[in-house]
């Protein structure tokens, strides 16, 4: 008798060592979009995006974006960056980041610090669950420019008028459990904050390092591995200062090719850990392998 088809089934958590600190991804969801352009390469041509696209044996009509928070144990505290989409993602395919905390061995008790890389929906929608903050024991990390910019509202782009909206509503009413920061401050021994603007007005990575063993956690300096990472120059429609973003990619992949550094990626394909090379005069995602458990 044949076997039923089950469909597909993908991994939803990763965990690896760095140091003597544990880190775990999350697939906090993954959304298919129609069309490549908008969001990616919106200053090319359609033949342009085509070709690209084909020369990573992508399709050409449509790409998946995935979204993967992470935790950082440093064996002292347990430290979450980023929220997913929460209860506001579930009808998209996402939000799913509490019950895969649970798989993961924790609790949302247990989390002890709750850091935003920045506001954009998917980073921010999971903090309250049912009317109430969905961690209850965290207090909160942001960077000062970032938190500042979406409470004045001046310079946020028309476009983010509903995201800002779900700032004024999600995170404003938690200012009084949070610590801003600037670049170069630290979150906790071993998390340091790194200025990575552009993407938001005050976006920031994080480096985080362990008994020599580090990491960049860049958030969403890079929001697709063939599209802005092979083509940094290339404009995104997600970007909220498109001519500083492009230059934050810039920096950003210079620095972690020439110091061949591990990279977390909310955007990059899960379990969202790799490295970038240099090849041709641009760059390449390089998942990363065996390495991370010998």
């Given at each position: 008798m044949p076997a039923p088809l089950l469909g597909t089934l993908r991994p939803q958590i990763h965990r690896f060592p760095l140091g003597h600190f544990e880190v775990t991804t999350m697939l906090d969801?993954?959304?298919?979009?129609?069309?490549?352009?908008?969001?990616?390469?919106?200053?090319?041509?359609?033949a342009t995006i085509e070709a690209h696209a084909k020369e990573n044996?992508?399709?050409?009509?449509?790409?998946?974006?995935?979204f993967s928070p992470n935790l950082v144990n440093t064996g002292e505290q347990l430290v979450l960056f980023d929220t997913g989409f929460g209860e506001i993602g579930l009808k998209l395919g996402a939000g799913n980041l509490q019950s895969l905390l649970t798989t993961a061995g924790y609790k949302v008790q247990d989390v002890d610090i709750v850091v935003l890389?920045?506001?954009?929906?998917?980073h921010i929608g999971g903090l309250f669950h049912d009317g109430k903050?969905?961690?209850?024991?965290?207090?909160?990390?942001?960077?000062?420019?970032?938190?500042?910019?979406?409470?004045?509202?001046?310079?946020?782009?028309?476009?983010?008028?509903?995201?800002?909206?779900?700032?004024?509503?999600l995170v404003v009413p938690l200012a009084d459990r949070m610590t801003f920061i600037d670049p170069g401050d630290e979150v906790v021994a071993g998390i340091r904050a790194v200025e990575a603007?552009?993407?938001?007005?005050?976006?920031?990575?994080?480096h985080i390092e362990?008994?020599?063993?580090?990491?960049?956690?860049?958030?969403?300096?890079?929001?697709?591995?063939?599209?802005?990472?092979?083509?940094?120059?290339?404009?995104?429609?997600?970007?909220?200062?498109?001519?500083?973003?492009?230059?934050?990619?810039?920096?950003?992949?210079?620095?972690?090719?020439?110091?061949?550094?591990?990279v977390l990626g909310h955007h990059?394909?899960?379990?969202?850990v790799g490295y970038v090379e240099r090849l041709n005069g641009t760059y390449r995602w390089l998942p990363a392998s065996y390495q991370l458990r010998v």
């Open positions: 969801g993954a959304i298919i979009m129609d069309g490549i352009s908008p969001p990616f390469g919106i200053d090319q041509s359609a044996l992508l399709p050409v009509g449509n790409l998946e974006n995935t890389t920045h506001a954009h929906p998917d903050p969905t961690f209850p024991n965290a207090r909160y990390v942001m960077g000062q420019v970032e938190f500042d910019a979406w409470k004045s509202g001046e310079k946020i782009p028309a476009q983010r008028a509903q995201n800002r909206d779900l700032f004024l509503r603007f552009g993407h938001s007005l005050g976006h920031m990575a994080y362990s008994e020599g063993q580090s990491l960049l956690l860049w958030g969403d300096v890079v929001n697709h591995y063939a599209f802005s990472l092979q083509r940094p120059h290339w404009q995104v429609s997600f970007d909220d200062d498109k001519q500083m973003a492009v230059a934050t990619r810039q920096r950003i992949l210079d620095m972690v090719a020439t110091d061949r550094l591990l990059m394909p899960f379990p969202a």
